[in-house]
C-alpha cells in the first residue's frame, strides 16, 4: 500500500549502534556513574565542605567550641550508611515488600549520600523516607500510616520531612535497573545453552542471589552495570558457566571485568562492625549539624535569615506589580488588554528559584 | 366538580403516556407540549408526601402533582384541601385553586419554574440582531431580558420587575408581532419537512411491500404454469422446469438493474452528503527510531524452568487471583533476560588517579 515511509526523524540521526541502547539512555547510566577514585573524591570533598559549614555553624552557637568536636570522617560516614543500608532489608521484609523496593531504597540511599553529608541527615530518618519513596517509585505503594504505624517512634511527618529532599537530591531521577533482575534473566537463558542440567543452574542461581545482596552493601552499582555485577556473582557461583554464557551472547570482553567486580562484592558485601559504628554513633550526636537541630542559636539565626529572604522578595514583588499599575493607563479599560494582562502575569508568577 | 384524575383505574396513564386532563390545557404556566412527546416524570422511587404524610410505599399508585407555587401534593391531599373552593397552601399559604394543579414534568421543581418562565418570557420577548441597529443594543436588551428572567425565577423584586416587563412590552410590541409570526412560519417550515419524511417513508414501505407481492404473484404463476405443461404436454419434466428457470432468470436480470439503480441514486446521493463533510485521511506516519533492543542477544523461549513464578505461572492459587486480564509471564522473562545483555559491554570509567584504598577497605 504505502511503498515508502517517511520518517519522522532522519535515519542517519542514530544509528542501531549498542551504544542507543535504552539502559545507556537510562539516567543511571548518565548521571550515576563513576569510577572507584571519583567516588572517593566526592565523598571527600562533600565531607570537607560539610566540615567547614558546621564548624561555622558551631562558632555562631559559642564561639571557639568547634575546635573541641572531633567530625566524622569520610570513611566514618560510609561506614554509617552502609550500616543502614543493610538494615532495608530487614525492614522490606517486615512489610512484605518485593525485593525491587528494596533494592531501589538501598540505591536512593546510596545516591542520597553522595549529595548530601550524614552530619546534616541522620542516615535513620532518610533509610525511612528511602524506603517509602522507593514502595511509590516501583508501584508497590504502602498508606503512610500503615508505614509509620508499624515502625516504632515513628510519625508520619518524620517520614514526610525528608521526602521532596531525598527526591530532590536523587535529581528526581527515580527509576534504577538493578541486578537482580538481571541475574534473573542469567538464570533463564543459561537454560538454553546446550548440555546443562537446570539443576547446575538452578544451584548456581541460589547462591549467587546471595551475593546480589551483598552486592548492595558495595559500591558496584555506582561503578559498574546490572548485567555486570549479576555476571559476577554468578560467576562466584559457577564461573565455567557463567563465561560459557558470557561467550554464547558475544561478550567475552566482560569477562576481564568480573575479577575486580567479584573482589569487590567480595570484600565489600559484608555488614560493617556494629561496635565501631556505635561508637561513629556517639560521636555524630556531638558534631551535628546545629542549623538542623531546632532551638539552638544556628537554627534561629538559619531560620531568621530565610524569612529575610521571603519578606524581601515578597516586598520587591509587591513593588514590581505596584509600578505597572502605576505605569498603565487608569481609564485604559479594553483599550489597553496588555497592560492588564502584564499585570495579570506578573500576579500569578511565582519565582521559587532565588 | 370534576375530578378527572380520580376517576379510576381504567383513567389511570401507564407511565410514559401523555396526561391531557382539563388541568393540564388549562394551566398555561406549565409545560404543555403540543407534538405530544412529552411524558409526565412519574418516578418509582419511594416518594414521601410532606401535607399527608404518605408515601408511595402505602400507596403504589400515589401521583404527585404540582401546584402553582411549586409545591408537590398526592392527589388525595388536593382532593381533600380543595374540593370546598380555594385554600391556602398547606406549605406556604398562597391561595390555589383545584385547576391549579399540573403533573410534573422535570425532576427538580426549580426546572419546571424556570422553564414555565423562561416560555412565558419567551412568547412576549423575541427580538434578534437584525431588530437592533448594533451588537451593543442587542446585548443590552439580551441583559434586560435575563434579568427580568433571574427576578421572576428566584421571586425578587416583584412588584420592579413586573413593572420592567410591562415598559419593555411596550417598547417592542410592534416587533414582537413581527417576531411571533416569523416564528410560526419557521415552525410550520419544520412542520412540513417532518411530515414529508415521514410520508417518503411510508410510501418506500408501501413499495417495497408491493414489489413482494408481485414477486410472490410471480412465483405461484410460474409454478402454475410449469404443472399445467406437465399436465398437457409429454416432454420431459426436467426439460420443462430448466426451461421455465431460465425464462425466470433472464425476467429477474431485467428487473434487477432497474431495482438496484432506484436503490444505488438514492444510496448514492446519501454518501456524496456524507463525503462533503469528512475530513481527508492523510497517509499515517509511524514513529520510527533506532533503539537497539539487543534482540539479537538471545531467544525467548515459551517455557522456562522458572520455580519462582511457577505458582504464578499455573494460577496454583485459584482463579486468576494472582494475575490480572493480560498478564504474560513471558513479557517479564523477557525483560529480564533483556536487562541481562544490556549493558554487558559498557566499559566502566577509568580511575582518574592510583586507586585509592580508603574507603573500599571498610
Given at each position: ?354 | ?213 408481485d414477486e410472490r404473484m410471480e412465483r405461484e404463476r410460474e409454478k402454475q404454469g410449469i404443472i399445467d405443461i406437465l399436465q398437457s404436454t409429454d416432454k420431459s419434466a426436467t426439460k420443462v422446469i430448466a426451461k421455465s428457470r431460465a425464462a425466470a432468470q433472464k425476467r429477474a436480470l431485467r428487473k ?107
Open positions: 500500500m504505502v511503498t515508502a515511509i517517511p520518517s519522522a526523524v532522519p535515519n542517519d540521526a542514530f544509528s542501531a549502534s549498542p551504544s542507543h541502547s535504552p539502559y545507556e539512555a537510562s539516567t543511571q547510566h548518565k548521571h550515576w556513574r563513576y569510577s572507584r577514585t571519583a567516588l572517593d573524591e566526592q565523598r571527600a570533598s562533600l565531607n570537607s565542605a560539610a566540615v567547614h559549614v558546621i564548624r561555622n555553624a558551631f562558632e555562631i552557637d559559642d564561639p571557639g567550641s568547634s575546635n573541641a568536636i572531633s567530625f566524622l570522617s569520610p570513611a566514618d560516614e560510609y561506614l554509617l550508611v552502609k550500616l543502614y543500608i543493610s538494615k532495608v532489608g530487614q525492614l522490606c521484609a517486615h512489610f512484605h515488600m518485593p525485593e525491587v523496593v528494596e533494592a531501589t531504597a538501598c540505591s536512593y540511599i546510596r545516591r542520597f549520600y553522595l549529595r548530601n553529608t550524614v552530619m546534616d541527615w541522620h542516615p535513620k530518618n532518610v533509610m525511612l523516607t528511602a524506603i517509602f519513596l522507593a514502595s511509590k517509585t516501583t508501584n508497590h505503594p504502602i498508606p503512610l500510616e500503615q508505614y509509620a504505624s508499624h515502625i516504632p517512634n515513628t510519625t508520619p511527618s518524620d517520614v514526610l520531612d525528608l521526602e521532596f529532599l531525598v527526591a530532590q537530591s536523587l535529581g528526581f531521577e527515580f527509576v534504577v535497573w538493578h541486578a537482580h533482575r538481571a541475574l534473573w534473566g542469567i538464570y533463564l537463558d543459561t537454560q538454553t545453552l546446550p548440555d546443562i542440567s537446570f539443576h547446575t543452574i538452578h544451584d548456581a542461581y541460589i547462591a549467587s542471589v546471595a551475593h546480589v545482596r551483598a552486592s548492595r552493601l558495595s559500591d558496584a552499582e555506582l561503578i559498574y552495570t546490572p548485567s555486570q555485577i549479576a555476571l559476577a556473582c554468578f560467576h562466584i557461583a559457577a564461573p565455567v558457566l557463567a563465561e560459557q554464557w558470557a561467550k554464547a551472547k558475544g561478550e567475552s570482553d566482560v569477562i576481564s571485568l568480573l575479577p575486580a567486580i567479584s573482589d569487590m562484592i567480595l570484600q565489600e558485601g559484608k555488614p560493617p562492625d556494629l561496635e565501631r559504628v556505635r561508637e561513629i554513633d556517639k560521636r555524630l550526636k556531638i558534631c551535628k549539624n546545629p542549623e538542623k537541630v531546632v532551638g539552638t542559636k544556628a537554627y534561629l539565626k538559619k531560620q531568621a535569615e530565610e524569612e529575610a529572604k521571603a519578606k524581601e522578595k515578597r516586598e520587591k514583588k509587591a513593588a514590581e506589580i505596584r509600578a505597572l499599575e502605576d505605569a498603565r493607563d487608569p481609564f485604559g479599560g479594553e483599550l489597553d488588554p496588555e497592560g492588564a494582562a502584564k499585570i495579570e502575569r506578573a500576579k500569578q508568577l511565582d519565582e521559587d528559584d532565588d | 366538580m370534576s375530578v378527572p384524575w380520580l376517576k379510576g383505574p381504567q383513567k389511570r396513564a401507564a407511565p410514559g403516556r401523555v396526561i391531557t386532563t382539563p388541568s393540564t390545557q388549562a394551566f398555561l404556566g406549565g409545560v404543555k407540549d403540543a407534538t405530544g412527546k412529552t411524558t409526565e416524570y412519574s418516578p418509582m422511587i419511594p416518594t414521601y408526601v410532606e401535607s399527608c404524610t404518605s408515601d408511595r410505599y402505602l400507596n403504589p399508585n400515589l401521583r404527585l402533582l404540582v401546584s402553582s407555587c411549586y409545591h408537590k401534593m398526592c392527589e388525595s391531599c388536593i382532593d381533600r384541601l380543595f374540593t370546598l373552593g380555594p385554600q391556602g397552601c398547606p406549605m406556604c399559604g398562597k391561595i390555589l385553586r383545584k385547576m391549579a394543579f399540573t403533573p410534573q414534568t422535570f425532576e427538580d421543581l426549580v426546572v419546571e419554574k424556570e422553564v414555565a418562565v423562561r416560555r412565558r418570557i419567551a412568547k412576549e420577548f423575541s427580538k434578534r440582531r437584525e431588530d437592533f441597529s448594533d451588537l451593543r443594543s442587542y446585548n443590552d436588551y439580551l441583559e434586560e431580558v435575563e434579568d427580568i428572567t433571574f427576578n421572576l425565577i428566584n421571586d425578587r423584586d416583584k412588584v420592579e420587575t413586573e413593572a420592567r416587563i410591562a415598559k419593555l412590552r411596550v417598547e417592542n410590541a410592534a416587533l414582537t408581532e413581527l417576531n411571533i409570526q416569523r416564528e410560526e412560519r419557521e415552525a410550520a417550515i419544520v412542520r412540513a419537512e417532518e411530515e414529508r419524511v415521514q410520508r417518503e417513508q411510508l410510501e418506500r414501505a408501501e413499495e417495497a411491500r408491493l414489489l413482494e407481492e434487477a438493474p432497474t431495482a438496484a439503480a432506484q436503490a444505488s441514486t438514492s444510496a448514492a446521493a446519501n454518501t456524496a452528503a456524507r463525503m462533503r463533510s469528512t475530513v481527508k485521511d492523510e497517509p499515517h506516519v509511524p514513529f520510527t527510531d533506532d533503539w537497539y533492543t539487543h534482540q539479537d542477544k538471545f531467544v525467548l523461549r515459551t517455557q522456562y524452568g522458572d520455580p519462582g513464578t511457577d505458582a504464578l505461572v499455573r494460577d496454583l492459587v485459584g482463579r486468576d487471583v494472582l494475575r490480572a486480564g493480560g498478564y504474560d509471564i513471558r513479557e517479564a522473562w523477557d525483560r529480564a533476560i533483556r536487562t541481562s545483555v544490556v549493558g554487558l559491554a559498557v566499559q566502566p570509567i577509568p580511575n582518574t588517579s592510583p586507586e585509592s584504598a580508603m574507603l573500599s577497605a571498610v
